[in-house]
């Protein structure tokens, strides 16, 4: 506690301004564990930036964290890229405080010298991918805490190719921040280097939204279809009702009572559409409209929420694994007959998402590459391999990415994607639920579930770590009364056969995640969350399905198989 005091009294001299001095000096006095959560750390970069709540710290996300954090990264750009005119791209949403928070970090870029685009109101994440590429940058910042509560708010970086910071810029950044001291922050703005920019790149983001997102679908399919949309108070109310409307979809209604941005999303205890509650609004629309689709976005406006009628007719919202999959098999299948495959084109998903994409890949004859969670990893492959044409891909968590004009999980043309797909399956007298059956049916059954424990502050952090410590030495040998076959560990890097104790190098970036392998082709993963205060725990089965009728059946022995493996955790 008195390294933590002693860090806090530095944020009680003149560096700081009156109003900090001020909070920081009353947690001091009145509040030691408020305190000591918001110093006992600095704030660091996990799979999505930095993200934190906001307030008075080192462990907080304000405007010398962010000023910090900007001020490395332009002694950085100076260094990495020395004789170029350097720019960066600022994108901001509906959180509380984030167009400050914008303006600041612009404001402490410009005084470096570099030229600031920044957006004048608040857009998607997608957006500011593009608009990185579009424009030239070298790097690009979206202030955003995606669905996080609205405490939180965040940092995310991008680099000259659209996707977010990885190794070894990453590291090399990181180094470059905690080499800095707060009083080297250069607030000083030079005005003349900050342009705003909208419409420009409004345009040319929709015009690549509805040429990567569209496909077959005729004029009559298209207004046949009934969409509900809902915005979650969040950023894509600026763009997706214009994209579908453009795309030619007449026949959309969006939730109006949660149509304006708002950073307290005071319809929905959490703005995330992994959260089918988050959807219940737009649903309750769906009911009385009679609608084919519901589709929700979160406040950041790259994960997107589904749900289709059922075979009995009912509105059933879709996990993210079977989203990925759909919009996967659509994609591979129109490029297999409108191009044919020519044997370099590549699909990717992440190491806890669905073994599904590997089954498809298979299927059409391409490669699926695997990698660590979060869409970054996903660009960088797109990076790392530009002689191969990168399809399509997502990630288990409601994020997907068509094509790679855009280098991040990216809803608007997602949205226009499945809209696509369900027009041209309503248009067949089919759905996109029997779609999924049908895929089903082809590929086997997979039925996944995701558990997350939230653990707050210094203790919930230490129990998280705890958790995974007893994992790798109290190696699991069964779960639900099926052997473990095999054991990833992604923090060493290796992988070990149970029975045997074989051990081979796992080829992909260090990460604190396990994986079992079990000897039925069940897949059980453990891992912290980069960008919030949960572990999380992933379980994949599968199971054959002779018939699209039996799938009710097949999904409730899944269900029961999945509910006997996590027993082993004591939730």
């Known amino acids: 506690m008195k390294e933590i005091l002693s860090k806090a009294k530095n944020w009680l001299s003149d560096t700081f301004d009156t109003h900090t001095r001020q909070q920081t000096q009353h947690l001091i006095e009145h509040d030691a564990n408020k305190l000591k959560d918001s110093f006992y750390k600095n704030l660091a970069f996990g799979t999505g930036g930095m993200r934190g709540i906001m307030g008075v710290g080192t462990n907080r996300i304000n405007k010398y964290t962010l000023g910090k954090n900007t001020q490395g990264i332009s002694s950085y750009l100076k260094k990495r890229f020395p004789n170029e005119q350097l720019q960066v791209a600022i994108a901001y949403d509906c959180r509380h405080n984030s167009k400050e928070l914008a303006q600041i970090v612009a404001n402490v870029f410009s005084a470096n010298g570099i030229k600031v685009f920044l957006f004048s109101d608040l857009r998607p994440t997608p957006e500011l991918s593009f608009a990185v590429k579009y424009l030239n940058c070298q790097c690009g910042i979206v202030l955003t805490a995606s669905h996080n509560p609205p405490e939180y708010n965040g ?203 590997l089954k498809l890949a298979k299927h059409y004859g391409i490669e699926c590459k695997v990698g660590l969670t979060g869409f970054k990893w996903i660009a960088k492959m797109i990076k790392d391999f530009p002689n191969q044409e990168f399809i399509g891909g997502g990630e288990e968590s409601f994020g997907f990415m068509v094509g790679d004009f855009v280098r991040d999980k990216d809803a608007v043309t997602s949205t226009l994607l499945i809209c696509e797909i369900a ?74 056969e149970v029975l045997t104790n074989k051990k081979t190098i796992l080829d992909i970036p260090k990460s604190n995640v396990l994986i079992y392998h079990l000897e039925d082709g069940t897949q059980i993963a453990a891992r912290p969350s980069g960008t919030e205060p949960k572990i999380k725990f992933y379980v994949s089965t599968n199971a054959p399905l002779d018939k699209t009728e039996n799938y009710a059946k097949v999904k409730q022995e899944l269900d029961h198989k999945i509910e006997s493996m996590l027993s082993y955790f004591n939730f």
């Open 155 to 357: 940092y995310k970086v991008y680099w000259k190719d659209g996707g977010q910071l990885v190794p070894p810029e990453d590291a090399e950044i990181i180094n470059e921040i905690e080499n800095l001291e707060y009083q080297h922050i250069n607030f000083e703005a030079k005005k003349e280097l900050i342009q705003f920019i909208d419409k420009e790149v409004d345009e040319a983001f929709i015009t690549a939204s509805i040429k990567n997102g569209s496909f077959n679908a005729s004029a009559e399919a298209k207004s046949a279809l009934k969409i509900i949309f809902t915005s979650l108070h969040g950023t894509s109310i600026t763009l997706i009702p214009e994209v579908l409307k453009r795309a030619g979809y007449t026949n959309v209604k969006v939730v109006e009572e949660q149509a304006e941005p708002n950073g307290d999303f005071p319809t929905v205890k959490s703005p995330n559409p992994e959260e089918p509650e988050a959807l219940k609004m737009a649903l309750e629309l769906a009911e009385k409209e009679q609608a084919d689709i519901v589709i929700g976005t979160d406040p950041d406006s790259d994960r997107l929420g589904i749900a289709v009628r059922n075979q009995e007719g009912e509105m059933v919202v879709l996990n993210g694994n079977q989203a990925m999959v759909l919009m996967t098999d659509f994609l591979l299948k129109e490029h297999q007959q409108n191009q044919g495959f020519k044997g370099d084109e590549f699909i990717a998903s992440t190491i806890v998402s669905t073994p599904m994409m």
């Open 423 to 496: 027009a041209e399956a309503k248009n067949k007298n089919s759905s996109v639920y029997e779609q999924l059956l049908e895929l089903y049916k082809t590929h086997g059954v997979y039925q996944e579930e995701l558990v997350s424990l939230v653990k707050i502050g210094i203790e919930g952090a230490q129990e998280i770590q705890e958790m995974l410590k007893q994992l790798r030495e109290e190696t699991p040998t069964h779960f639900g009364g099926i052997a473990v076959q095999k054991v990833e560990d992604y923090q060493i890097s290796e992988a070990q």
